[in-house]
Nanobody
Framework: QVQLVESGGGLVQAGGSLRLSCAAS????????MGWYRQAPGKQCELVAA???????NYADSVKGQFTISRDNAKNTVYLQMNSLKPEDTAVYYC???????????????WGQGTQVTVSS
Protein backbone atom coordinates (compact mmCIF):
# COMPACT_ATOMS: atom_id res chain seq x y z
CA GLN A 1 0.00 0.00 0.00
CA VAL A 2 1.03 3.57 -0.52
CA GLN A 3 2.51 5.11 2.58
CA LEU A 4 3.80 8.60 3.17
CA VAL A 5 6.52 8.99 5.76
CA GLU A 6 7.44 12.43 7.01
CA SER A 7 10.66 13.41 8.67
CA GLY A 8 12.53 16.53 9.66
CA GLY A 9 10.23 18.00 12.25
CA GLY A 10 11.39 19.09 15.64
CA LEU A 11 11.97 21.99 17.95
CA VAL A 12 13.59 25.12 16.62
CA GLN A 13 14.08 28.64 17.85
CA ALA A 14 12.33 31.51 16.13
CA GLY A 15 14.29 32.60 13.09
CA GLY A 16 15.69 29.15 12.54
CA SER A 17 15.10 26.70 9.74
CA LEU A 18 13.85 23.18 9.24
CA ARG A 19 13.58 20.99 6.20
CA LEU A 20 10.74 18.52 6.06
CA SER A 21 10.84 15.48 3.84
CA CYS A 22 8.08 13.15 2.79
CA ALA A 23 8.80 9.93 0.97
CA ALA A 24 6.07 7.92 -0.68
CA SER A 25 6.51 4.18 -0.75
CA UNK A 26 4.54 1.45 -2.43
CA UNK A 27 3.98 3.39 -5.62
CA UNK A 28 5.47 2.99 -9.07
CA UNK A 29 4.02 6.22 -10.35
CA UNK A 30 4.36 9.90 -9.62
CA UNK A 31 1.59 11.71 -7.85
CA UNK A 32 -0.13 14.53 -9.68
CA UNK A 33 0.48 16.79 -6.74
CA MET A 34 2.26 16.59 -3.44
CA GLY A 35 2.19 19.06 -0.66
CA TRP A 36 2.08 19.95 2.97
CA TYR A 37 -0.77 20.81 5.25
CA ARG A 38 -0.55 21.87 8.84
CA GLN A 39 -2.82 21.93 11.82
CA ALA A 40 -2.11 24.21 14.71
CA PRO A 41 -3.77 23.72 18.10
CA GLY A 42 -7.41 24.70 17.95
CA LYS A 43 -7.30 25.44 14.25
CA GLN A 44 -8.39 23.76 11.07
CA CYS A 45 -5.95 21.95 8.88
CA GLU A 46 -4.70 24.30 6.17
CA LEU A 47 -2.72 24.00 3.00
CA VAL A 48 0.83 25.24 3.40
CA ALA A 49 2.28 24.49 -0.01
CA ALA A 50 1.75 22.17 -2.93
CA UNK A 51 3.61 21.27 -6.08
CA UNK A 52 2.55 19.47 -9.23
CA UNK A 53 4.55 17.07 -11.35
CA UNK A 54 5.10 19.95 -13.74
CA UNK A 55 6.64 22.06 -11.03
CA UNK A 56 3.81 24.50 -10.48
CA UNK A 57 3.63 25.62 -6.88
CA ASN A 58 1.03 27.08 -4.61
CA TYR A 59 1.69 28.61 -1.22
CA ALA A 60 -0.39 29.88 1.59
CA ASP A 61 -0.12 33.65 1.75
CA SER A 62 1.32 33.40 5.22
CA VAL A 63 4.41 31.48 4.09
CA LYS A 64 5.18 33.03 0.72
CA GLY A 65 8.81 33.99 0.58
CA GLN A 66 9.46 32.02 3.74
CA PHE A 67 8.87 28.40 2.76
CA THR A 68 9.95 26.62 -0.39
CA ILE A 69 8.46 23.39 -1.65
CA SER A 70 10.24 21.06 -4.03
CA ARG A 71 9.94 17.48 -5.17
CA ASP A 72 11.90 14.68 -6.69
CA ASN A 73 9.46 12.97 -9.01
CA ALA A 74 11.69 9.94 -9.51
CA LYS A 75 11.76 9.34 -5.78
CA ASN A 76 8.19 10.41 -5.11
CA THR A 77 9.57 12.64 -2.42
CA VAL A 78 8.52 16.14 -1.51
CA TYR A 79 10.42 18.62 0.61
CA LEU A 80 9.51 21.73 2.49
CA GLN A 81 12.29 24.12 3.33
CA MET A 82 11.11 26.34 6.14
CA ASN A 83 13.14 29.43 6.88
CA SER A 84 12.67 32.32 9.27
CA LEU A 85 10.38 30.23 11.39
CA LYS A 86 7.95 31.95 13.69
CA PRO A 87 6.06 30.68 16.72
CA GLU A 88 2.87 30.82 14.69
CA ASP A 89 4.35 28.18 12.40
CA THR A 90 4.05 25.69 15.24
CA ALA A 91 1.81 22.87 14.08
CA VAL A 92 1.64 19.28 13.07
CA TYR A 93 2.67 19.14 9.44
CA TYR A 94 1.07 16.51 7.25
CA CYS A 95 2.35 15.31 3.94
CA UNK A 96 -0.23 14.96 1.21
CA UNK A 97 -0.08 13.20 -2.11
CA UNK A 98 -2.89 13.43 -4.62
CA UNK A 99 -3.92 11.51 -7.67
CA UNK A 100 -6.49 12.74 -10.14
CA UNK A 101 -8.70 10.29 -11.97
CA UNK A 102 -9.00 11.90 -15.38
CA UNK A 103 -12.07 9.89 -16.26
CA UNK A 104 -14.08 10.83 -13.20
CA UNK A 105 -12.27 14.02 -12.19
CA UNK A 106 -12.16 12.54 -8.74
CA UNK A 107 -9.24 13.32 -6.48
CA UNK A 108 -7.73 10.70 -4.22
CA UNK A 109 -5.56 11.81 -1.35
CA UNK A 110 -2.97 9.98 0.66
CA TRP A 111 -1.81 11.34 3.98
CA GLY A 112 1.18 10.95 6.20
CA GLN A 113 0.93 10.59 9.95
CA GLY A 114 2.29 14.05 10.58
CA THR A 115 5.43 15.49 12.05
CA GLN A 116 5.50 18.02 14.85
CA VAL A 117 7.13 21.37 14.27
CA THR A 118 7.53 23.55 17.31
CA VAL A 119 8.98 27.04 17.10
CA SER A 120 9.97 28.72 20.32
CA SER A 121 10.30 32.44 20.82
Amino acid sequence: QVQLVESGGGLVQAGGSLRLSCAASGSTFSFDAMGWYRQAPGKQCELVAAITTGGSTNYADSVKGQFTISRDNAKNTVYLQMNSLKPEDTAVYYCNAALINLATRRRHDYWGQGTQVTVSS
